[in-house]
C-alpha cells in the first residue's frame, strides 16, 4: 500500500488500459477493423496505410452497416452485437460464432488516435462519429456514401497521439507495414469468399478477387497470398474425427523452409497461432525432415464453438480446445495420411532449381545456341554391367525389372520396352512389353553417385545414397513394427569408446536399441561393448554409427517425444547402412535400385528431407537447348 486510498480510474485511463491491450501496434487496430468489417457481412474490405499504419489507417467494407443509434453504441466499452444470448438470459460465451465479440475494438482506438466511422445502412441514411483521444462528439449526417449503398468507413489518424510513450517502442514504418501486411493475409487466407485490397503508402500489394468458399476457391487463394509454387507442392487434406474436420493443404517434404512462418491455422475461419500445431506439424513430419526444417501448410479447423474456447487471449489469436489430445491427432493422423497419399512426390521447386543450374548466366533464352567445349568429346556408354556387384539386391516384393548388359528403348508411344535380340522369351526379334517404370530405365552412373534413368516422357537424376536410406529406413520401420529388426552377432564384440554422457545416453536405451537390432553392453567407464547390429545393414563403421547415434539422443530435446527422438535414431542407423556417395554401381543394381524406390513409400526425399531425384520433363530439356 502506498497509503493513499483506493479510488476508480478515469474512464479515460481505463480505455487507454484496455487499448494497451487490445492494440499493440498499428497491425492489430487493422485485424480488429477488418474482423468488425468481416462480421458486418462483407464482401469487399479496402485496407489503406501510411507510414506503417501510425499516421492512416482507413478500412472500408459493403457489410450491413449501423445506423446513428448503433453508431453511438459501437464506440462504448463492451457493446457488441455478437454474442448470443443463453436461455438464462446471460452472454452466451460459449457458442461464439464471430470474430469480435469483445466491444473494446473502436473504444480502445479511440482513446489513443483519432477515429472517426461513418456507416449506413440498406434503410439509413449515413452518419459520422468522431473519438478524439477518448473524446466523442455526436453523431452527425455524412455524405460519403452514395444512395443504395451500404457499409462502414473506419478511419484512424495518428495512432498512439494521446499515448506518446507508446511510440517509442514501434519499429521503423516498413516492419510495421510488413506486420500490416501479414495480418491482412492471414485474414484473407480464412475468408477467400471476400475480395481484399490493402494499399500500402499508395501502393497496392494486396488484391485478391472474392473465390469461392470450396476446395478449390481455398487453393486458388492461397496461390495467390503464398505463391504458385505452394500451390503446385502441396498435398490436399480433409479428414474428420468425432465432429471435428480438418481441410486445408501441406507442402510436400522437399517443400519446407527455415522458420515456421509459413505454418497458418484457421479456427472456425479465425487465424490463430497455437504451440500445439507446431508440435503436431513435428511428428507427422518427424520421417522426412532434418531438425530445424519446416514443411509450409494451410490448416482449416471446424468444429462446434463450444468445442473451443476463443477468449484466452485479448488479442483473440490463441484458443484453447476442450479435447487438446483429440486435436492434435487429428492433425498429425491426417498429415501422415496426406504425406503418404503423395509418397513418390517430389516438389516441383526441386526441377525449377535444377533447370536453372543448367542454364548458364546471361544466357539468352530465344534463339540461344550452345558450343561445345574445345575439347569435348562424344558421350560413350560405359559398359554398366561389366562390374555387376551383389551390394544392392532388390527388396522383397520390389518389382523385377532389371536392366541387362545392353540399354533398353523406351517406346513413347506406347509406353512398353524394348528388349535387345537374344534374351526374349520366345526368340530373336520378338517384342517383351512391359509397363514403363515410372523411374525409368538406368543409362548411366555420374562420378559414381548419381544415376541417370530414362522415362518415358523425359529423365529422372537419382541420389543413390539418399534414396537408398529412404529405402533401408522403411525397411527398418517395417521390421520394427513386426516385432524387431534381425540381428546378426558379431564374431569378436567391438568396444567403442564415446564421452561419458554419450555412453550413458546409449546404456539408457539399449532396450530401445535391442529393437532396432542393435544389442549394446556396458564396458566400463565411458566405453561400449556392441555384441549384435542390424542384420539389414551388412558391414558398418560400428564407431561412427554408435557416435552419431549418441549425438541424436543427446540432441533430442524434451519437446520430442520418445517416439520421435527413437526415429530419429532410426534413420541414422538406416543412413549408416546405405549405399555411398561414390560407389560404382552396376546396372542391375541401379535399375534394382529405381524399383525399389517406385515400390516403397516417400522415396521423394530421404530421411533428411532432400529431395532424392530430380525429374525432367522432355520439353524442359528441349528448351535448355533452344528447341522449344
Do not use: W
Amino acid at each position: 500500500m502506498t497509503g493513499r486510498p483506493i479510488r476508480r480510474l478515469t474512464e479515460g485511463t481505463i480505455n487507454q488500459i484496455a487499448a494497451g491491450e487490445v492494440v499493440e501496434r498499428p497491425a492489430s487496430a487493422v485485424k480488429e477493423l477488418v474482423e468488425n468489417a468481416l462480421d458486418a457481412g462483407s464482401g469487399k474490405i479496402v485496407v489503406t496505410v501510411a507510414d506503417g499504419g501510425t499516421s492512416l489507417i482507413l478500412v472500408e467494407d459493403d457489410g450491413e452497416g449501423m445506423d446513428a443509434a448503433s453508431l453511438l453504441l459501437a464506440i462504448e466499452r463492451h457493446a457488441t452485437s455478437k454474442l448470443p444470448i443463453a436461455a438464462n438470459g446471460h452472454d452466451d460465451l460459449t457458442h461464439i460464432a464471430t470474430m469480435g465479440f469483445r466491444g473494446e475494438a473502436l473504444p480502445s482506438i479511440g482513446a489513443i488516435a483519432r477515429l472517426s466511422v461513418t456507416s449506413r445502412t440498406i434503410t439509413s441514411d449515413a452518419h459520422v462519429i468522431r473519438v478524439d483521444g477518448g473524446r466523442l462528439s455526436k453523431p452527425a449526417p455524412a455524405a460519403y456514401l452514395s444512395p443504395g449503398q451500404h457499409g462502414t468507413r473506419v478511419e484512424v489518424q495518428d495512432l498512439f497521439f494521446a499515448t506518446p510513450a507508446r511510440l517509442k517502442f514501434m519499429k521503423s514504418a516498413r516492419a510495421e507495414s510488413l506486420a500490416v501486411i501479414d495480418v491482412v493475409k492471414r485474414l484473407a487466407m480464412a475468408r477467400p469468399d471476400v475480395a481484399f485490397t490493402l494499399i500500402d503508402d499508395g501502393k497496392t500489394v494486396l488484391s485478391l478477387a472474392a473465390e469461392s468458399a470450396l476446395f478449390d476457391g481455398k487453393l486458388r487463394r492461397l496461390a495467390r497470398v503464398l505463391g504458385r509454387d505452394f500451390a503446385d507442392n502441396a498435398a490436399p487434406i480433409d479428414a474428420t474425427r468425432e465432429g471435428v474436420r480438418l481441410s486445408g493443404f501441406a507442402g510436400l517434404p522437399t517443400y519446407h523452409r527455415a522458420t515456421a512462418q509459413m505454418q497458418f491455422l484457421f479456427v472456425n475461419n479465425r487465424p490463430v497461432r497455437d504451440r500445439m500445431l507446431l508440435g503436431a506439424v513435428r511428428g507427422a513430419y518427424a520421417d522426412y525432415l532434418v531438425r530445424g526444417r519446416h514443411p509450409a501448410m494451410a490448416l482449416f479447423l471446424e468444429c462446434d464453438p463450444a468445442f473451443v474456447d476463443v477468449n484466452v487471449h485479448p488479442a483473440k489469436t490463441e484458443v484453447r480446445f476442450r479435447d487438446a489430445g483429440l486435436v492434435r491427432g487429428l492433425i498429425v493422423g491426417a498429415l501422415k495420411a496426406a504425406l503418404h497419399n503423395e509418397a513418390h512426390r517430389a516438389s516441383s521447386t526441386v526441377a525449377s532449381a535444377a533447370m536453372a543450374a543448367f542454364r548458364s548466366p546471361g544466357a539468352v533464352q530465344q534463339g540461344m545456341s550452345f558450343a561445345p567445349p574445345a575439347n569435348a568429346r562424344p558421350f560413350v556408354s560405359s559398359g554398366l554391367a561389366e562390374e555387376a556387384r551383389t551390394f544392392y539386391r532388390p527388396l522383397d516384393g520390389a518389382r523385377e525389372y532389371n536392366a541387362l548388359s545392353e540399354p533398353h528403348e523406351l517406346d513413347h508411344d506406347h509406353e512398353r520396352v524394348h528388349e535387345p535380340a537374344g534374351h526374349h522369351d520366345h526368340g530373336s526379334g520378338v517384342e517383351h512389353e512391359h509397363a514403363a517404370p515410372a523411374m525409368g530405365v538406368a543409362r548411366g552412373q555420374v562420378h559414381n553417385t548419381y544415376i541417370v534413368a530414362q522415362t518415358h516422357d523425359g529423365m529422372m537424376l537419382v541420389d543413390q545414397h539418399a534414396a537408398h536410406e529412404r529405402i533401408v529406413y522403411e525397411r527398418m520401420k517395417d521390421a520394427v513394427a513386426a516385432g524387431g529388426i534381425a540381428r546378426q552377432p558379431l564374431l569378436v564384440p567391438e568396444v567403442v569408446e564415446l564421452e561419458e554422457a554419450g555412453a550413458e545416453r546409449i546404456m539408457a536405451r539399449r532396450k530401445d536399441l535391442a529393437a532396432f537390432g542393435l544389442v549394446v553392453d556396458d564396458f566400463g567407464g565411458s566405453a561400449v561393448l556392441v555384441r549384435e547390429t542390424p542384420a539389414i545393414l551388412g558391414d558398418l563403421d560400428i564407431k561412427s554409427l554408435l557416435r552419431d547415434i549418441a549425438d541424436e539422443l543427446g540432441e533430442s530435446d524434451t519437446a520430442h517425444t520418445l517416439k520421435e527422438r527413437l526415429d530419429h535414431v532410426l534413420a541414422t542407423m538406416a543412413c549408416h547402412g546405405s549405399v555411398r556417395a561414390g560407389r560404382k554401381l552396376g546396372a542391375d543394381e541401379m535399375n534394382a535400385l529405381l524399383r525399389d524406390m517406385e515400390g516403397t513409400p516417400h522415396t521423394g526425399q530421404c530421411n533428411h528431407g532432400r529431395p532424392t531425384y530430380v525429374e525432367l520433363k522432355l520439353a524442359d530439356i528441349e528448351r535448355l537447348f533452344g528447341r522449344r
